[in-house]
């Protein structure tokens, strides 16, 4: 998907489990992005990081967690305190004039 | 926080004919930018219209932009079933670089 890489695909939880969500890219972008979209529901913002090392919240980020160590990976972590984690998770790069979108992460709490 | 709404939420026309679909937002712009989403994939960048432009084309699609109303419109011309898809606008949230999605317009093209 254009230099942004979301894996896995399809990810399944346990409950009480945390699961690690990946996004890798390669358009040596600042900004990236991770939003979680509910079934015929818009995007809502997560995380952040407009800058290595730094991260800000988004509108939904208790339950979740992330760093950003590296320029090129912004890892989502889906911890045991969010009640209700099923949900398709997008992460994106860029900034004010587009965003690149990855295929996403289907997660589904078993 | 949700700056745009789309409108109608979903549309099902025949092949052939246009689709258009609306979007508002609350808060001033820099600018508006439409995505399309295929189901189970990520979002696509489609166009982008700054707020000092009030008309954009792009191939078989038309965006408009109404600042004064808050609001903007996209049209897909002589629409194809390949078209189906989700539709988002997006606005910038003007506080450097972070983008606000509405709640999308499901279309539907019948072949």
């Known amino acids: 998907d254009g230099g942004i890489t979301q894996s896995p695909k399809y990810l399944f939880r346990k409950e009480g489990q945390n699961v690690t969500l990946s996004c890798e890219q390669n358009?040596?972008?600042?900004?990236m992005y991770w939003y979680r979209q509910d079934p015929g529901q818009g995007l809502r913002l997560i995380y952040y990081?407009?800058?290595?090392?730094?991260?800000q919240k988004g509108d939904i980020a208790e339950g979740y967690s992330v760093s950003r160590e590296k320029k090129e990976s912004f890892p989502l972590t889906v911890t045991s305190a969010q009640k209700n984690p099923t949900a398709f998770y997008l992460c994106a790069t860029g900034q004010y004039y587009g965003y690149t979108f990855g295929s996403g992460t289907r997660l589904t709490v078993v | 926080s949700q700056q745009g709404e789309e409108d109608p939420q979903a549309l099902s026309i025949q092949e052939g004919e246009n689709a258009t679909m609306n979007c508002s937002y609350k808060t001033s712009i820099n600018n508006l930018q439409w995505y399309r989403q295929n189901s189970g994939r990520g979002l696509v960048h489609l166009i982008l219209i700054r707020s000092n432009e009030r008309e954009k084309h792009s191939g078989r699609l038309r965006v408009t932009l109404d600042t004064s109303k808050k609001s903007s419109s996209l049209l897909i011309t002589a629409s194809r079933a390949a078209d189906t898809a989700s539709y988002f606008c997006a606005t910038d949230d003007n506080q450097g670089g972070k983008l606000i999605f509405g709640q999308g317009t499901e279309l539907s093209v019948k072949p």
């Open positions: 358009l040596n972008h600042d900004a």
């Open positions: 990081s407009q800058i290595v090392n730094d991260f």
